[in-house]
Nanobody, 125 residues
């Protein structure tokens, strides 16, 4: 059993900043990959930012957030963060935490995926 809990969402004015957190707990020994996704009505789920522990900390950002958002992690606390700056109304959406953990009994690539319930971010005057 793995549980992901997000926090930090809320209402912010354009140009403001928010810091999201996601803490993982449960039956796992390590985390291979961590990411933030977001979704708005009528839109596909969109990758916001990701960091891969098995690729030497390689990060990946959606084109619309490059230069404004930063992903980071605290391995000791099984927590990742998303610092969002210069927020725009188009950043409004529900943000979801996602992780991949090793699972030798799973199909290739021998990982299991887990998702949080999401936290709402609203950028508006």
């Amino acid at each position: 059993q793995v549980q992901l809990v997000e926090s930090g969402g809320g209402l912010v004015q354009p140009g403001g900043s928010l810091r999201l957190s996601c803490t993982a707990s449960g039956s796992f020994t390590t985390i291979h990959y961590m990411a933030w996704y977001r979704r708005t009505p009528g839109q596909q789920r969109e990758l916001v930012a990701a960091i891969s522990n098995i690729e030497n900390g390689k990060t990946n950002y959606g084109e619309s957030v490059k230069g404004r958002f930063a992903i980071s992690k605290d391995d000791a606390e099984n927590t990742m963060f998303l610092l969002m700056s210069s927020l725009k109304p188009e950043d409004t959406g529900k943000y979801y935490c996602h992780i991949r953990v090793p699972n030798p009994t799973a199909s290739y690539p021998f990982e299991s995926n887990f998702w949080g319930q999401g936290t709402q971010v609203t950028v508006s005057s």
